[in-house]
């Protein structure tokens, strides 16, 4: 996946960077952020496009009920929507961090008086922004296409606020985190995109998650992916379903409990690992 890298500041940029405030800081860098994401076409159509694509195949091939009244695609659908949010934030941090650290982007910012936590400010507004647009668009297709049905109490709204809130917190720190990991801009990729291919094939996003093999169960149980994907079953399936989880219900605290875990476990990976240059640069 290719990336257009935005200019580094200018002394024009530091200038005003000097009088604005922190607000007006923080949503400059992310328009910034997310106009360099609309003007990458590839990124756009991948993040995007590719989990409504593939909630249109697999509807397709697998039309069967795994439980009275939940259909396969209601079911996939809730692990899209979470693979969609981890996509937008840890894969694609994951990788775009990497070719900004490689070409010196992130060496001329740490060089202006622009506070280095506006850069990071800038890429949590972009994936917000990007990660409501992809789920609203997964929603309206599969509302439209599939009978999906909507949230129908406050309660359920609710879970599903806390539940993305968390989730992609989690995975935009450890997609910060990773992003350390590539020596090279060509090589972020090759270290991003395997790690979330078999997050999603190991915690319900593809397959029911009581289908896969025992000891793929406990090793997804260990990241954010499959706890996003069991929480937001919680909103879209009936409660009854719940009895189908490996825990007997679907657990929402212990969700909570270990997507919150996640978050402070990247935030500390990014405080200890994360840097401004290349290692060629020392």
């Known amino acids: 996946m290719t990336t257009t890298t935005k200019p580094a500041p200018t002394a024009a940029d530091a200038t005003r960077t000097r009088r604005a405030g922190p607000v007006a800081l923080g949503l400059r860098q992310g328009r910034l952020e997310i106009t360099q994401f609309l003007r990458s076409r590839e990124s756009v159509v991948f993040t995007m496009g590719f989990p409504v694509v593939m909630v249109l195949i697999f509807a397709a091939i697998f039309n069967d009920e795994i439980a009275p009244g939940v259909s ?4 996939f659908v809730t692990g ?3 693979a969609g949010l981890m996509t937008v934030s840890f894969q694609n941090l994951g990788i775009w961090i990497p070719i900004e650290r490689d070409r010196g982007v992130l060496k001329r910012y740490r060089g202006t008086p622009m506070p280095k936590w506006v850069y990071f400010a800038g890429k949590v507004i972009m994936v917000v922004v990007i990660g409501v647009a992809e789920t609203a668009l ?3 297709v599969s509302v439209a296409l599939f009978d999906l049905k909507l949230p129908a109490t406050a309660g359920k709204w609710l879970t599903f606020g806390w539940v993305s809130v968390l989730g992609v917190t989690a995975c935009t720190l450890c997609g910060i985190a990773i992003s350390s990991l ?6 972020g990729s090759a270290v ?6 078999v997050l999603q094939f190991i915690s319900g996003v593809f ?3 009581t289908n896969l093999p025992g000891w793929m169960q406990q090793v997804a149980a260990l990241f954010p992916l499959k706890w996003m994907c069991q929480g937001l079953r919680a909103v879209f399936l009936p409660d009854g379903f719940g009895a189908r989880e490996p825990g007997g219900s679907f657990e929402l605290d212990r969700v909570a409990l270990v997507l919150a875990a996640w978050c402070v476990i990247g935030l500390l990976l990014c405080l200890g690992t994360f840097r401004w240059t290349t290692r060629r640069d020392g």
């Open 192 to 197: 991003v995109t395997p790690v979330a291919l």
């Open 207 to 209: 397959f029911v998650f």
């Open 72 to 75: 396969y695609t209601q079911y």
């Open 80 to 82: 899209m929507i979470a």
């Open 138 to 140: 997964l929603l309206a």
């Open 182 to 187: 590539a020596r090279t801009a060509r090589s």
